[in-house]
């Protein structure tokens, strides 16, 4: 019983998507009406044509039933013709505002939830799941509410006709039912399954085309051939045990429903010929039978389909369920006009979801003034990069306070609060879309004579002009046309456009040569003026430019200071001083 009410709720939520489009329902609801008792009207035209016609051998009547009959057809021919058109639209269109509300939830999901859940996973279910939803609403719902009408009206005009012929078919539907609840079950099990290990198969194609650089340089390439062709065999077992369960549904479905058929036809036409019923209602009657018996199967093919389609529903409604652990202020707090960019930082403590009993910080306390430049550095794992996510609120601290110009982070906004930073990360990231947009992604309303300042202050205008197209120049997938130093400069005339009034840079020199950093040092002078700016940083270059230096380890801050002063005062700065600094 659970299952099956998971089932319902699950065929509610995608009826639920058809809301916003009631007209467009209606209309094809009603032209599946007119087509359903179009082709019921044809048995009574069958009946009068054989009857009244061929067997009183009356050629009139037979001529006018005729043209009767075919006017019939043509009428049931334009329904078809609405219905099918709405219906996939229809289709089409929940399947388009899933993907859209599904999206939008995705981008309100913490970095935690990223940290579990593949790429490739998300993908799948963004299109193969999407795409038997799709179906089912284009084509299945359709199908199954004309199969569903026909099957009621061939019953009734069936009865009408026969009444003790209709009993013996009434005898078999319990028998009909019996293998729809048992193996329908199954179906939607393994149809979930089967879902399950496409998502795998895709997170796999994505994981290994994105580093493609390292499979090809470890010639990993045969071990990822067979490890694909592992998960694609996966696809395919699960597969076919969907495939089996619902082939043995409709074959059930199919002998029970022709066997009924036969065995009511041999009645019949023993009623025929002892004189019960004419040869026209005999006509008549198994052409209705032949009609539910159809509708029958429909229904019972579509019912797989719809079981598919929960199984898809139920990964789909796990991501809109899924909640973001940053939540949103009650009563949100709005920054002054023009932000000071002052940061204050108390008691902060920190683990990361995944493992929790390891804190990465432990008792922050910093406090920096606006427009001061601060330099953090230490040891890999000391903490530097997670002040950064906590400071982005892309995760919430176990204890302890942030505050920007004095007020606590979590009362502001998330867009407020990230509309405060201006990132430039050590991986510099690169969209597959043109330079314009890449450096346009901070401040889309930028004009392109804009774009091409900031760029010349990042020293990327004379590369970026040596491009065939300019800034018009797609940059391919993860920028593969750029190197390594390019994407950074990049990367920094986007934060030097966004003209955010603190700025967290990442290692943002890691990636240049000697040449190139000097440039872009010119160019981050340039941008940090006037601005808080927090800079981790492995460069003796970078770090003797800060105000102050924080020297991390384990997650605690161990000195604060100048560099003379901390080349005399911290051994572990002088340690790191000595191994790492130096360029």
């Known amino acids: 019983m659970a299952k099956a009410a998971k089932t319902r709720t699950l065929v509610s939520w995608i009826f639920s998507q058809l809301k916003p489009y009631k007209v467009k329902v209606v209309t094809a609801i009603a032209a599946l009406v007119v087509g359903a008792v179009s082709w019921l009207a044809l048995g009574q035209g069958v009946k009068i044509v054989v009857d009244e016609g061929f067997i009183a051998n009356n050629a009139d009547k037979l001529n006018q039933m005729a043209l009767v009959v075919i006017g019939i057809a043509l009428i049931g021919s334009v329904a078809a013709y609405i219905r099918f058109y709405l219906m996939i639209w229809l289709g089409e269109r929940v399947s388009a505002d899933i993907r859209r509300n599904v999206y939008s939830h995705l981008l309100t999901l913490s970095p935690a939830f990223f940290e579990k859940t593949r790429t490739g996973e998300v993908i799948s279910r963004f299109t193969s799941d999407t795409t038997v939803l799709q179906t089912v609403v284009g084509m299945g719902l359709s199908m199954a509410l004309r199969a569903s009408i026909t099957f009621v009206g061939a019953l009734l005009l069936m009865l009408v006709t026969s009444p003790l012929m209709t009993l013996y078919v009434l005898i078999a539907v319990p028998v009909v039912l019996l293998p729809i609840k048992v193996l329908g079950a199954k179906v939607r099990i393994f149809a979930r399954d089967s879902q399950d290990r496409v998502a795998d198969m895709g997170s796999y194609v994505d994981e290994s085309l994105h580093e493609i650089h390292t499979v090809q340089s470890y010639t990993h390439e045969q071990s990822d051939r067979t490890q694909f062709g592992q998960r694609v065999e996966a696809v395919m077992d699960a597969a076919s045990r969907r495939i089996k369960y619902r082939a043995l ?74 909640e973001s652990q940053i939540l949103p202020p009650s009563l949100p707090v709005r920054l002054a006009a023009k932000i000071q960019g002052e940061l204050s930082i108390r008691k902060l403590t920190f683990a990361y979801p995944g493992a929790p009993e390891i804190d990465v910080l432990q008792q922050i306390n910093l406090h920096i003034r606006a427009g001061e430049r601060v330099a953090l550095v230490g040891p890999s794992g000391a903490g530097k990069s997670s002040v950064f996510q906590l400071l982005l609120r892309f995760y919430d601290a176990n204890s302890g306070v942030i505050e920007i110009d004095g007020i606590d982070h979590r009362q502001l906004e998330l867009s407020d609060l990230r509309q405060v930073f201006g990132l430039v990360p050590q991986d510099s990231v690169i969209l597959a879309t043109s330079v314009i947009e890449n450096i346009r992604y901070g401040w889309p309303e930028a004009t392109e004579q804009q774009v091409i300042e900031a760029a010349k202050a990042a020293r990327a205008d004379e590369f970026i002009e040596s491009f065939t197209e300019g800034y018009h120049t797609q940059l391919g997938e993860r920028g593969i046309r750029l190197s390594g130093g390019q994407k950074q400069r990049i990367s920094i005339a986007r934060a030097i456009l966004a003209d955010r009034p603190v700025l967290l840079l990442d290692e943002a020199t890691s990636a240049l040569d000697a040449s190139s950093e000097q440039q872009v040092k010119l160019a981050l002078e340039e941008l940090m003026k006037n601005k808080t700016t927090l800079i981790i940083a492995h460069r003796l270059s970078t770090v003797v430019n800060a105000d102050r230096i924080v020297v991390m380890d384990k997650g605690r801050i161990v000195a604060i200071g100048h560099h003379t002063e901390l080349i005399k005062t911290n051994a572990l700065y002088q340690e790191f001083a000595d191994l790492q600094l130096v360029s």
Do not use: D, H, P
């Not at 009511?264 to 198994?286: H, I, N, Y």
């Not at 039978?289 to 389909?305: D, F, R």
């Open 249 to 322: 549904l409709i074959a059930c479905i199919m002998g029970i429903s022709i066997t009924t058929i036969t065995i009511v036809a041999w009645l019949g036409a023993r009623q025929v010929l002892e004189g019960g019923v004419s040869a026209g209602e005999l006509t008549a009657f198994m052409f209705y039978a032949v009609m539910a018996g159809g509708s029958v199967a429909t229904i019972s093919e579509v019912i797989g389909e719809i079981q598919k389609a929960a199984g898809a529903s139920e990964r789909l409604l796990e991501l809109l369920n899924t």
